[in-house]
């Protein structure tokens, strides 16, 4: 049974005789631990203590038991005053302050520089400031959506609020007035370039106004007043933001209210000159010998949540029927929600949408589901991370967006998401050079090779329609973080050739499964997506007309490709990769990768796209590139020809 959270009505002498004293020890191990590892955020840290103290004292969290499901939870947006997030957690018994102060910055441990979501008692892993609160966002969507009850705090600092994104979030939590949500704001007036009035000025509690929130205000260093607002906010039916005036190093004189000690530890001697001034105990000689020899074991966390839903039934899409894999998409989604929403005993499902559900297709499920659909308007860097951690919390979330919106603009967000172990379904349209006529600017031609970047992101793109809607369907139901990419346009069905389709109502999707869609002994098409793929079958059939044997493989799943598949692709000794993509870092780049590194010698040749494209219709723009069935069949006999 998780505590009440901020239960009683004022705090007692006792609690706050206590709150002093912790507050007193725990800016002697800041500063202990920053200087043992000679880095890191001691004044920003001892600033933002007092507020972790009481946070993290009289929320709805308990150090015995951190995983509760309806525990509140408290987000560090500032998540570079580290120190004093561990500090307050060692010494509340979320785990070893020994571990943590001789651990700290070490490699080898789970004490980051910046908060990891890994620890207990800290619910996300930050440091990219100005995200916290769109993660807060999702968090307190989660919260109501799991009808768990749990509060979301949202610690930042002052100076990130000259980010837009936290616009964004301070918009959404209004339109969806998410009164489980408070922010606390450490208002020391100080970033590391100095006083934020010097280096962006911004009217914060203006700004908090103007986007319908309660704010209320506060000394930062009185646990009283910070346990009253906190309490208070909790309770009074809005978003609410708690502006706590603090001062940088509150505590150590030499310290106090300079910039230098924003990102600067200690030297050994000024660190046992400030525990001198605080009354606390040298002990640097033993904690760095225990740094030395770090031998401590720390609980850490794992996120894997199991996932159902009913799937539904896979729609067939016949051959010449003229689909296109964002309607395909957008009947899959719906499928799995008539299937399961509704159902206690299934997986919440949920899209967030950036003012495009036309163009993504997702339109009716909104119409199906409207409690489960959330616009968040033009506000993409908010949508990605909100849904990262919407995503993260036991809910399976479709974030649907233009390439160029949901994965170039916002690649930092996904990236943190990535770092926060989510379950988001990233579905990207109007990739590549089929966005035709819009030009460059959104012709979303990257985002493999920005992808392959991360290390927990899986990237599905299906040939047609019927590997679309199988594939939807399976990352649904999987576990992981997922980005699915495809054109606008209407595609071929990939068909076999009897002229029936290749995925047809027997093919399940497998993620890292290549499709041999034709055989060819004298060269091989190694291709992904739509009309890639249909690109390279025409190509092939055309060939063979001609007597030139050339085989088709599809891999769907580029960044885990097919290892078998490839083997047998290479012994024909001539290997092309097709791709509507930039033809340095996507599809080619993998498969040279792949032929590099297991010294396979076969002639080989990239075709994709090798500069930004131009307004004209995707046909125009394929040709150009010679990437359309006239320039595959082009290059096939080139490369066979060469000795």
Known sequence: MIKERFAAERLSDEQLRELA????????????????AACGHPGGSISSLDLYLVLFKYAAVDPGDPDNPNRDHILISHGHTSPGAYATLGRLGFFSIEAAVSGFRKIDTPFEGHVVRELPGLDWSSGNLGQGLS????????SRILKRGFHVFVAMSDGEHAKGQIAESRRFAAKYGLDNLTVVIDYNHIQISGKIEDVMPQNIKGNYLADGWRVLEVDGHDHQAIYQACREAASDGKPTVILAETVMSRGISFMEGLPKYHGAALKPDD???????????DDLDRLGQLRKNWSFQVPVRRFEYPVSLNLGEPVLYPAGSGADNRGAFGKAL???ASASCGSDDKTPLVVVDCDLATSVRTEDFAKLAPCSFYEAGVQEHTAATLSGALSASGVVVFFADFGAFGVDETY??????DLNHTNLKLVSTHCGLDVGEDGKTHQCID?????????????????????TDRAVRYMAGAWGNFLMTMGRSKVPVVTREDGTPYYDAAYRFEYGQGDWIRRGRQATVVCMGAPMTAYAVAASDQLRAEG????????????????????EAAATGCLLTLEDHHIRTGLGAVVANFLAENRLAVKFQKLGIKGYGQSGTPEALYAKEGIDTEGIKAAVKKLLAVR
Do not use: H
């Open 135 to 142: 993660a807060g966002c999702g968090f307190a969507l989660a």
């Open 412 to 417: 930092n967000q996904e990236r943190l998401n």
């Open 21 to 36: 004293e912790l507050s007193r020890v725990c800016k002697g191990d800041i500063l202990k631990m920053t200087t043992l």
């Open 334 to 336: 719906l499928s799995i």
């Open 548 to 567: 030139v044997e050339v085989g088709v493989l599809n891999l769907a799943s580029p960044l885990q490709p097919d290892i078998a598949a490839l083997r």
């Open 447 to 467: 985002y493999l090779g920005l992808f392959n970047n991360l290390f927990g992101f899986k990237v599905i793109v299906p040939a047609d329609p019927n590997q």
């Open 271 to 281: 660190c046992r000159k400030a525990l001198a001034e605080l009354g606390l105990e």
